[in-house]
């Protein structure tokens, strides 16, 4: 009798593995922690939590790469290591959602009603909503000291402050984490890689969606590959934050 089918796991893990003979050389980004921010994008409930309005869409990808658990390692070793933590967060407001311009994703979330606040200068019906943060994190972003960016509104950190606002904390190296890796995670290090800033994204911390237009998380993946300055483990990049 032969040994069965792979399990789950392991069929997942030889999916996204990366290939045996790569024509690239892998980027050579080495972490400095007193130079380096974790930012994490979109950690909020709409996309991390199975009551969220994105979960249907996103829920396999987040629990196959074990997002939560993978996020909250990351933001303990950061924290530890006295690293510079941001958040760049997704909101839409009321008149976000007259847009007469749209790209599909954009038409699907305004739909749905992902991320939806009241307003800017209000929490009224805040906490607890899908744009809240999920609770595994709030500790580490509501400490007082994690930099909680200005809204994104499409993919990129374009017309936000992020980038401001780790310039102002001497960063030149970025850990990208969060959601979603084939649009706000792709988009974030593309912005930040034209910015100058040395970037790596760690792969098993970042999900998307599953749709018959295709698995947006391989999508992310290869062009990773392409791109990234590092393209590490959250195993790996704990233990980088850990040695200095």
């Given at each position: 009798?032969?040994?069965?089918?792979?399990?789950?796991?392991?069929?997942?893990?030889?999916?996204?593995?990366?290939p045996d003979k790569p024509a690239l050389t892998k980027g050579n980004m080495k972490l400095d922690v007193s130079k380096a921010a974790l930012v994490v994008i979109d950690p909020q409930n709409d996309f991390m939590n199975p009551k969220g309005l994105a979960w249907p869409v996103v829920g396999e990808s987040?629990?196959?790469?074990?997002?939560?658990?993978?996020?909250?390692?990351?933001?303990?070793?950061?924290?530890?290591?006295?690293?510079?933590?941001?958040?760049?967060?997704?909101?839409?407001?009321?008149?976000?959602?007259?847009?007469?311009?749209?790209?599909?994703?954009?038409?699907?979330?305004?739909?749905?009603?992902?991320?939806?606040?009241?307003?800017?200068?209000?929490?009224?019906?805040?906490?607890?909503?899908?744009?809240?943060?999920?609770?595994?994190?709030?500790?580490?972003?509501?400490?007082?000291?994690?930099?909680?960016?200005?809204?994104?509104?499409?993919?990129?950190?374009?017309?936000?402050?992020?980038?401001?606002?780790?310039?102002?904390?001497?960063?030149?190296?970025?850990?990208?984490?969060?959601?979603?890796?084939?649009?706000?995670?792709?988009?974030?290090?593309?912005?930040?890689?034209?910015?100058?800033?040395?970037?790596?994204?760690?792969?098993?911390?970042?999900?998307?969606?599953?749709?018959?237009?295709?698995?947006?998380?391989?999508?992310?993946?290869?062009?990773?590959?392409?791109?990234?300055?590092?393209?590490?483990?959250?195993?790996?990049?704990?233990?980088?934050?850990?040695?200095?």
């Amino acid at each position: 009798m032969g040994t069965g089918a792979p399990s789950y796991a392991q069929a997942t893990a030889d999916f996204y593995k990366d290939p045996d003979k790569p024509a690239l050389t892998k980027g050579n980004m080495k972490l400095d922690v007193s130079k380096a921010a974790l930012v994490v994008i979109d950690p909020q409930n709409d996309f991390m939590n199975p009551k969220g309005l994105a979960w249907p869409v996103v829920g396999e990808s987040v629990t196959e790469h074990q997002v939560v658990p993978h996020l909250t390692q990351l933001f303990e070793a950061a924290k530890n290591a006295g690293m510079v933590v941001a958040i760049s967060p997704h909101h839409y407001y009321k008149w976000d959602h007259t847009w007469k311009v749209q790209g599909p994703l954009e038409i699907f979330q305004h739909d749905i009603g992902v991320f939806d606040r009241k307003g800017p200068y209000t929490l009224d019906g805040f906490e607890g909503s899908g744009a809240d943060f999920l609770g595994d994190f709030k500790k580490y972003i509501e400490d007082g000291k994690t930099i909680i960016a200005s809204p994104h509104k499409l993919y990129g950190p374009q017309v936000n402050d992020l980038a401001f606002q780790l310039r102002k904390q001497g960063v030149t190296q970025i850990v990208l984490a969060g959601m979603l890796a084939n649009m706000c995670v792709e988009s974030h290090l593309r912005e930040f890689l034209e910015e100058g800033f040395e970037v790596a994204v760690v792969r098993d911390a970042v999900a998307a969606p599953k749709l018959p237009e295709g698995d947006g998380n391989l999508s992310a993946l290869i062009n990773f590959r392409y791109m990234a300055n590092g393209l590490w483990t959250t195993e790996d990049t704990v233990k980088m934050m850990q040695t200095q």
